[in-house]
């Protein structure tokens, strides 16, 4: 089997509720509400498009990510510029 990427997972606060965010060291894979009923089969469908494991843990994205958010929040950012794997 192919090396497997290491990927991290990471409860991010927002004005909407909290939200899981999954990402490598340089990408972003998903931002999705973990109690939505597809939760589940979102996480595996990231592990085998990124062929990774996911864990608990902090990625650099993460800090970009609640950069980013908070600007949009206040209105001071209209787009984002994360880097995405977006397989497929």
């Known amino acids: 089997m192919a090396?497997?990427?290491?990927a991290f997972t990471r409860?991010?606060?927002t004005?909407?509720?909290e939200m899981i965010a999954a990402?490598?060291?340089?990408?972003?894979?998903m931002f999705e509400f973990e109690h939505r009923r597809m939760y589940p089969?979102?996480?595996?469908?990231?592990?085998?498009a990124a062929n990774c494991?996911?864990?608990?843990g902090e990625s650099p994205v993460f800090d970009f990510l609640r950069t980013q958010?908070?600007?949009y929040f206040r209105c001071d950012r209209r787009?984002?510029?994360l880097p995405l794997y977006v397989p497929g």
Request: avoid cysteine.
């Open 15 to 17: 004005p909407l509720g």
């Open 53 to 56: 494991e996911l864990e608990d």
């Open 23 to 29: 990402a490598t060291d340089t990408h972003l894979l």
């Open 41 to 48: 089969s979102q996480l595996e469908l990231v592990r085998r």
């Open 79 to 81: 787009e984002f510029d």
């Open 11 to 13: 409860r991010i606060d």
């Open 69 to 71: 958010l908070a600007e």
């Open 3 to 6: 090396n497997r990427v290491r």
